[in-house]
Nanobody
């Protein structure tokens, strides 16, 4: 059974940085595309960043491009998102997701395995 576990969320001030980590176990991590989604209260789930199976192809949402950096370490079954220059509008629950495909998708329903989410709160 594949498990996806996020960590690294917390409460920070605007302008601060956080790094979220996501460990995938029980599956073939190196064959999966990975994505970070977020969902704020009353809003739709949004793809923040995604990375292909070997890391050669990256995606960033318009709202985070230039501030967030996604990476992966296939030797550790882990994907990261470095979040810099955080803004109050980045406040959300952040979810890590794995897709049984080498290429990511912008559609959340295309992802097969999900973590429980980690809260990120950015105060003004």
């Amino acid at each position: 059974q594949v498990q996806v576990v996020e960590s690294g969320g917390g409460l920070v001030q605007a302008g601060d940085s956080l790094r979220l980590s996501c460990v995938v176990s029980g599956g073939s991590f190196s064959d999966y595309a990975m994505g970070w989604f977020r969902q704020a209260p009353g809003k739709d789930r949004e793809l923040v960043a995604a990375i292909s199976w070997r890391g050669a192809s990256l995606y960033y949402g318009n709202s985070v491009r230039g501030r967030f950096t996604i990476s992966r370490d296939n030797t550790k079954n882990t994907v990261y998102v470095q979040m810099d220059s955080l803004k109050p509008e980045d406040t959300a629950v952040y979810y890590c997701a794995a897709r049984k495909n080498q290429i990511y998708s912008s559609t959340w329903s295309d992802f097969d395995y999900w973590g429980q989410g980690t809260q990120v709160t950015v105060s003004a």
